[in-house]
């Protein structure tokens, strides 16, 4: 298991921008492939951009974030990141890191076994 700290989250207007960080705990952050989700009140929990292991060479994104949000990641600082671009009042939602020791885990929640615990985003209109 890793620990894992998300911070960056607050309250932006429609059409700004975020980045949000999330910090893990082990060394061996490079051998983890990581993933961002979110979950918007009354809402499941959804898949927002994927990263792989390594070099990050392999990326993916949700439908509704392609071309605005970018996901990296630094293994020097042990933090992948989600940058968010022309935010929209619908991406409001408590914002998710998530962890496994693979090389690419994929858009199902269920294929990740740490999680961070949460940042809050507020798009207003």
């Known amino acids: 298991q890793v620990q894992l700290v998300e911070s960056g989250g607050g309250l932006v207007q429609a059409g700004g921008s975020l980045r949000l960080s999330c910090a893990a705990s082990?060394?061996?952050?490079?051998?983890?492939?990581m993933g961002w989700f979110r979950q918007a009140p009354g809402k499941e929990r959804e898949f927002v951009a994927a990263?792989?292991?390594?070099?990050?060479?392999?990326?993916s994104y949700a439908d509704s974030v392609k071309g605005r949000f970018t996901i990296s990641r630094d293994n020097a600082k042990n933090t992948v990141y989600l940058r968010m671009n022309s935010l929209k009042p619908e991406d409001t939602a408590v914002y998710y890191c998530?962890?496994?020791?693979?090389?690419?885990?994929?858009?199902?929640?269920?294929?990740?076994?740490?999680w961070g615990q949460g940042t809050q985003v507020t798009v207003s209109s």
């Open positions: 998530a962890a496994k020791e693979t090389y690419y885990s994929g858009t199902y929640a269920d294929g990740y076994t740490s």
């Open positions: 082990k060394r061996t952050f490079s051998n983890y492939a």
């Open positions: 990263i792989s292991r390594s070099g990050g060479g392999r990326t």
